[in-house]
């Protein structure tokens, strides 16, 4: 029978190492939020079948692991992975330029996610789906909000070297106090939904903490990025 025990966060060692697990858990899952957006988004876009099939090597990886004791958290975690990477590769693969369906597309593990965590199994990779989910989320309804749909659909149509004048035309549109208003307001919700699930010292809640906070940085990343192309 697993052990998960790691669930509750207790009778798993001292407090010390209580407090270095949950802090790298955190920090696991915010580097696995950025892979999609630094590894597989390019990927996909030139090799979208070879992106859904490395789905495979996530999933074998995260049951290895989740076999074993020592290694379980990270198995857990990876597992919870494997559907942020597969719901990315359906999505920018063939349908990045429909901004409607983006959303029901990533959310295909939510039905086992909820399962998961009805069940009591996978808590930590279910939550740090879910919180990825949460993060994408957020993002689409600031583009909504700030009137970049139109953007994003131009921007999914044209060759990199050509998206140049979109995208000023997207930062002008955030620079503009209705699109400030907006981020200032979801910025806090995120970092208020983020924040307050640290408190717990429960590793499964700083999976979800590491996925949301991450959505923060890697928005504002990118926001740089355009910015000063």
Known sequence: MLNSSYNSGENK?????????????????????SIPVFI???????????????????????????????SQIWGDLILGFSWSWLAGAIYWGWFRWDPAI?????SIGVPFAIWGLWKGFGKIGNLFYLGSLLGTAITDLYFYQVGLIDHW??????????????????????????????????????????????????????AFSGAVLTTIVVDSLFLWIASYA
């Open 13 to 33: 060692g001292t407090w010390r190492w209580q407090l270095q697990g949950t802090w790298s858990i955190l920090a696991a899952a915010a580097f696995l939020v």
């Open 40 to 70: 597989e988004a390019p990927l996909v876009r030139h090799y979208p079948v070879l992106s859904v099939v490395l789905t495979i090597p996530w999933v074998c990886l995260g049951a290895i692991l989740f076999q074993r004791p020592k």
């Open 102 to 106: 983006h959303l029901p597309i990533e």
């Open 153 to 206: 659909r131009q921007l999914m149509q044209v060759e990199p070297s050509l998206a140049m004048p979109i995208l000023q035309q997207a930062i002008a549109q955030v620079r503009t106090p209705w699109g400030t208003a907006w981020a200032v307001v979801l910025v806090n919700l995120l970092l208020g939904v983020g924040i307050i699930p640290l408190g717990t010292k429960q590793w499964h809640w700083y």
